[in-house]
Each structure stands twice: as structure tokens, then as C-alpha cells.
């Protein structure tokens, strides 16, 4: 006997569409975990399907966060002045002897502030140290699972350590401090490559709410053998592809130190570049890095409040956009962006653009913000077609906005009120795959009171662990915010800065000088 599918429908609530750009009354039949019908309000439905109140909320698609890092869950708000690179060398410090339950609750925290917060779905890129396992990935892909909520776990891995990618920055240490780094060495490429086809091969999950992907860190954090390893795992597993390329101006220069061309231009040449392949920032993309993009398939996530954050820079996201260029929006990591909140992320995508220039043609549409947090974001986890979107044949990923909240008095635009004004306050309750996991502003699949308990034991524990990791740090800081700035000083043909006052001389990687930055 086959078990008929359950159904419910969706009553009274306003449905937001960003490729029809309006937010109509209707009603929403759902059909086991998909939207079946999206018709007129009151249209006739099956006599068994549950009866879902939604009359004065906004029913809008789950956020869809493109990147972002579960295990850097446990170091929100835990440093202040950090690039990008003394992030990496505070690594070990904020991030340091997690046990397995810490990887797993590190993540279901993490997933409780996503969905809270309207995300139904996000790319982790997680980080194991020497190597990725099985057990740490599945506890990942758990805490994902038993929250509600969809993923794409990927194992951010490299074969050289941070101090090693960076060409001379060793050298200007002091003997007893190179002694000190060299325990970071990583694990050979041939002992990471095994681990992770050991992981892909032992995968637990439905593909449907839990896939696996290869991370490559960072491009230079990666010999040649180690890329083109991760890019067989990933074809041998069709799995997707996602590393940090070209997110700072040191990636940008080290780079071209290392390649003689731009990261873009080396995964290229490759091969690694394709419709499966995510960069994640991708700042200091040039034109032609763009095009190579485009012509490949690949996507952006573009990380605009970790980006500032940082200090990294402003990404060109009207270039990506106008080269055809797939881009999605991701918080990055708590650790970096302090929070996983992607009403936010996407207003911050949208205010940043503005800054770029006064023309307001060059500026984001907040339409195109919020096809971003969605659409755009679901292509680059590969569930194009599946989520990002309230329609007929698409999973029933459901946020209920409560237009009585004061994000929405008065209601005057949707799409502009999603991006602009919108912040989780008004997040009533979160529908994935046609399960509620929030109802009435509470979590349905985690008991948060439990876990705030867990979580500050934990952090005690891993602050006394981590207290040497922490001296090693303090030692290293001011080496690192030394040279790796000079790095910056180096002049390119681009500048992704907010100011103007740190370079007036640009040098492409042609050896063309320019007088102003593009």
C-alpha cells in the first residue's frame, strides 16, 4: 500500500515573488515537502490538507546564506582590529581542541540563529585540523539535520600552513617564534585527499537536506597536486567546489608572487573552474577574472559585512552582474562577521554598492539583492531549481514575516521593506521542506535554554584550553599587521578600498600603470 503524501495550505498571506517582483495575496497548497499550487485566496484545495493561518504575514522564500563557517560559531564577538590574515593566525586561538560535541553544537548553535533569522539553507565550510574525518563532518551535517534546516557541508582544507603561502612573512620572525608556527604545518596532500573520499564515500545524509562539497581554503594555502585532487573528488562524487579566491589585496599579491597571474587565471588554467564552483568573496576580482567566472558557470558568494569587517574591501558585484556572473550572499563566518544574519548581509550588499559611486545606475536594486539571498545563492549550493523561490515544483522553504511588526508600519513595498528594513525582528515563524521548525517565534526542533548551557560550559572549557594558543597569537599580531599590510601597499590595477588615501598608482599585472583606480 503506498502511504499518500500529507498536505497542507497556506491561508491568507501575502507571497513574495522576486522574479515577478510583487507580493500578491494567495494561498499556498503544499504537497509533502513541496509547493504544489499557489493560487487565488480561498481556492478550492483537498478536504484533508491541514489548514495553515497566515493572514496579515508575508510569506517570503528561506534566505539561502552562500557561505559561512559552523565552526566559527564559538568566536563571535572575540576580536575587534582583525584583517583577514591575523583572523587566520587567531585561528587556533578562537577555534582551537574542539571536541566532537563542540563541532556539533558549535553548528546547531549557528543553525538556531540562521533559521531564527529567516535562512533555510547555507554552504558551511567547516575546518578540521590536521584532517577532515567522517565523524566531524556528520556531526556538522547533524546539527543541521536535527535542527530543520538544509546544507552543504564542505571541509575547508589546504596543505600549507598560513605561514608558509605567504612568501618572506617566516623570515621576519625571530627564531623562537618560526619553532612556534611550524607545529601548523598541515597534513601531506595524499593524507587530506584520502580523508575526504573516505568522508564522500561514507555520507549519511539525503542530498536532498544534507550534501557534502570539497573546500580548497585558499588558492596559495594549496599546492598544484592538492587543487587538481580536490577537483577529481569532486567530479568523482559530483559535489560541489568552493575555496576563498582573491578576497583580500594580500591573496591578490601573493598571487601574482606565486602564479604570475591572478588566483582566477591559475584555477582556470587548471581546470577547476566550472558550473559546481563557488568563490567565495572574490573582492578583488578584476574584468577579465570576471569573464573567466561568467564563462564557466561559476558563482560568487559575496561576503559584503565580512568583507568590511576585515577591511578587506568592497567587491564590484554591478561588474559580476553585468558579465553575467551567478552571485549569491553569505554572512561568512560568525567569528569574522559576528553574526548569521542575512536580512542583514543583504542590506549591507545593498548599502555598499551605494558607496562605490554616485551613479545611481551602478548601484544594487534591492531586487537584485534579494534574488541574490535566493535564487542566485541556491545555484551556488546546487539546488538551482529546488529552493529560492515560492513557485510551483519547489521545496516549501517558507518564512512568515508578521506585517504587524513595526519592520512593516506602513507596508509600502515588499521587495524594498525585505532588504532595507527587515532585520529577524519580524520573523514569525519558518517552514522547510513543509515542516514548521519555527512556530510563533519559537524553535520547534532545538531547546535553546538547553543549549545556552551547553554553550557557555564549553566556552569556559575551550577558553582555559586555548590559553597558550591565545599568548601565541598576542606574539604573533604585531608581526603579521606589519608585513602583510606592505604586502597591501603593493600597487594593482584595481582598488576594491573605500578611500582613496592609501594608493594613487596602480600597476596591472600587464606592468600598465594607471593614475586612477577603477
Not at 545611481?360 to 545563492?377: D, I, M, N, Q, Y
Not at 597569537?473 to 599590510?485: A, H, K, S
Amino acid at each position: 500500500m503506498i502511504k499518500k503524501e500529507s498536505s497542507s495550505v497556506i491561508q491568507g498571506g501575502r507571497v513574495f515573488d522576486a522574479i515577478r517582483r510583487d507580493a500578491a495575496p494567495a494561498d499556498i497548497l503544499v504537497v509533502g515537502d513541496t509547493i504544489a499550487v499557489i493560487g487565488p485566496a480561498g481556492m478550492k484545495v483537498p478536504a484533508e490538507a491541514k489548514r495553515i493561518d497566515a493572514r496579515g504575514m508575508l510569506l517570503h522564500p528561506g534566505l539561502v546564506n552562500s557561505h559561512m563557517h559552523g565552526h566559527g560559531n564559538f568566536g563571535k564577538g572575540m576580536g575587534d582590529l582583525w584583517t583577514l590574515e591575523l583572523l587566520l593566525v587567531a585561528g587556533p586561538w578562537i577555534s582551537g581542541n574542539r571536541t566532537m560535541e563542540d563541532k556539533y553544537l558549535g553548528t546547531l548553535i549557528g543553525a538556531a540563529e540562521m533559521l531564527l533569522k529567516g535562512c533555510t539553507a547555507c554552504y558551511d565550510l567547516t575546518f578540521e585540523i590536521p584532517v577532515p574525518t567522517p565523524e566531524g563532518l556528520e556531526a556538522c551535517a547533524r546539527a543541521y539535520a536535527d535542527a530543520g534546516m538544509r546544507s552543504v557541508v564542505a571541509p575547508m582544507v589546504a596543505d600549507t600552513s598560513f605561514y608558509e603561502s605567504i612568501p618572506g612573512l617566516i623570515d621576519v620572525m625571530p627564531p623562537v617564534l618560526r619553532k612556534e608556527v611550524e607545529r601548523f604545518r598541515l597534513a601531506p596532500a595524499r593524507q587530506s585527499l584520502a580523508a575526504m573520499r573516505k568522508a564522500l564515500r561514507g555520507w549519511k545524509f539525503g542530498y536532498d537536506l544534507a550534501r557534502p562539497a570539497v573546500a580548497p581554503t585558499i588558492p596559495h594555502h594549496c599546492s598544484d597536486a592538492f587543487l587538481l585532487g580536490c577537483a577529481a573528488l569532486a567530479k568523482d562524487f559530483g559535489v560541489g567546489l568552493h575555496s576563498h579566491v582573491q578576497e583580500s589585496k594580500v591573496q591578490v599579491i601573493v598571487g601574482l608572487q606565486r602564479y604570475g597571474k591572478t588566483q582566477t587565471a591559475h584555477l582556470d588554467e587548471l581546470g577547476l573552474l566550472g558550473p559546481g564552483f563557488t568563490v567565495a568573496h572574490g573582492v578583488w576580482l578584476d574584468d577579465d577574472d570576471m569573464r573567466r567566472l561568467a564563462d564557466h558557470g561559476a558563482s560568487v558568494a559575496h561576503n559584503p559585512g565580512s568583507n568590511m569587517r576585515l577591511g578587506s574591501g568592497i567587491a564590484d558585484v554591478r561588474g559580476m552582474l553585468e558579465r553575467k556572473v551567478n552571485v549569491g550572499i553569505g554572512t561568512d563566518g560568525a567569528s569574522c562577521a559576528d553574526n548569521l544574519n542575512m536580512y542583514e548581509a543583504m542590506r549591507i550588499a545593498s548599502f555598499a554598492s551605494k558607496v562605490q559611486g554616485p551613479d545611481t545606475g551602478r548601484w544594487l536594486t534591492t531586487h537584485e539583492v534579494a534574488r541574490a539571498a535566493t535564487l542566485g545563492s541556491a545555484r551556488a549550493l546546487g539546488f538551482e531549481g529546488k529552493i529560492g523561490r515560492l513557485a510551483k515544483g519547489y521545496k516549501a522553504d517558507i518564512v512568515f514575516l508578521d506585517l504587524t511588526h513595526p519592520n512593516w508600519l506602513p507596508f509600502n513595498n515588499a521587495t524594498n521593506q525585505l532588504v532595507h528594513t527587515e532585520d529577524g525582528a519580524a520573523v514569525h515563524s519558518v517552514m522547510v521542506g513543509g515542516k514548521m521548525v519555527v512556530r510563533g517565534r519559537r524553535l520547534l526542533n532545538i531547546d535553546l535554554r538547553k543549549i545556552a548551557r551547553q554553550v557557555e560550559a564549553a566556552r569556559e572549557r575551550l577558553e582555559r584550553a586555548n590559553r597558550g594558543n591565545r599568548a601565541l597569537y598576542e606574539r604573533l599580531e604585531g608581526i603579521v599587521n606589519r608585513f602583510c599590510p606592505g604586502l597591501a601597499r603593493t600597487p594593482y590595477h584595481i582598488d576594491r578600498y573605500a578611500g582613496s588615501h592609501h594608493e594613487h598608482q596602480h600597476v596591472s599585472p600587464r606592468g600598465r600603470r594607471r593614475e586612477t583606480p577603477r
